[in-house]
């Protein structure tokens, strides 16, 4: 081999050739970031743990230290038969015993963010909730 | 001359802001984002302050807005819920659902996971 031909080889014969093309990668980039955007849930999920208890619910089982939050249609709230405020509701749910439990029964039409707000309430009061639907007032 | 250098110049250089971007979203979906199985239909759980992170549990009920129900990815009714819980039933079941289904009806759906014998139900909210 001349010198002349070992020199073309070393040498890239042109210099555009042998910068590598962004394309591919920005390709790559932007299929993955469509991925991530449809495949990602922004909002994280917590979790409520309600009490299904069997005991829950049925007034032949109710003791003395089960209380029961009745949502009404119109937003009202009803704690053991006490119309309430939200604000009054988490006061007195503070107040009572922990070891009591607590019952949440909504009327019809009312949304579960609604019970899920006395949910709430109950347990950063720390008492145990459940969420019944009484069948009698239907 | 001169002018027409510096505009080819600029050219090539562009692409590069594009890419930085398109990596700042990337890797901001990336770690903001939680990869999670697609949900049935689309939902918006209720919002709490619960701290509980919300994990898969041996079975999932899904509720939607207009009270369709979905347990482990089959469509089911209200009355087919028992049948599709199986026998021995899941111990423990989460249950996301939107928060304008009737609340009513996530009472009676709960009732009904305790009558087959689930020991513990989680309803999935978001943080507030």
């Known amino acids: 081999m001349s010198l002349a031909a070992s020199r073309r080889l070393a040498r890239p014969n042109n210099a555009s050739h042998a910068r590598i093309s962004l394309t591919p990668l920005i390709d790559v980039i932007f299929i993955l970031l469509i991925f991530f955007m449809l495949a990602s849930r922004l909002s994280a999920w917590q979790d409520i743990d309600i009490s299904i208890a069997s005991d829950s619910g049925t007034p032949q089982q109710m003791t003395g230290d089960l209380h029961r939050v009745s949502l009404l249609g119109d937003g009202g709230m009803l704690l053991d038969g006490d119309a309430l405020s939200a604000d009054m509701l988490a006061a007195r749910l503070k107040a009572l015993p922990k070891d009591a439990r607590l019952v949440v029964d909504p009327a019809a039409g009312v949304t579960l963010e609604s019970a899920v707000r006395v949910l709430d309430m109950a347990s950063g009061a720390g008492i145990a909730a459940s969420l019944v639907a009484e069948e009698g007032k239907r | ?128």
Do not use: C, H
């Not at chain 2, 949900?39 to 009270?67: C, H, I, N, Y």
């Not at chain 2, 129900?69 to 199986?86: C, I, K, R, Y």
């Not at chain 2, 996530?106 to 996971?113: E, K, M, S, T, Y």
């Open chain 2, 1 to 128: 001359m001169k002018l027409t250098r510096r505009r080819r110049l600029a050219e090539t250089e562009s692409v590069v802001p594009l890419i930085n971007i398109v990596f700042l979203l990337l890797i901001f979906f990336m770690v903001v984002g939680e990869l999670a199985a697609p949900t049935p239909f689309p939902l918006e759980p209720p919002q709490s302050s619960s701290d509980l992170a919300s994990e898969k549990r041996e079975a999932e009920l899904f509720v939607s807005a207009d009270g369709a129900l979905s347990f482990n990815g089959a469509n089911v009714t209200e009355a087919t819920l028992a049948d599709a819980l199986g026998t021995p039933p899941p111990a423990e079941v989460r249950v996301a659902a939107d928060g304008k289904v009737e609340a009513r009806l996530v009472g009676r759906l709960l009732a009904g996971l305790r009558e087959a014998g689930v020991k513990r139900a989680f309803l999935v909210t978001v943080k507030n």
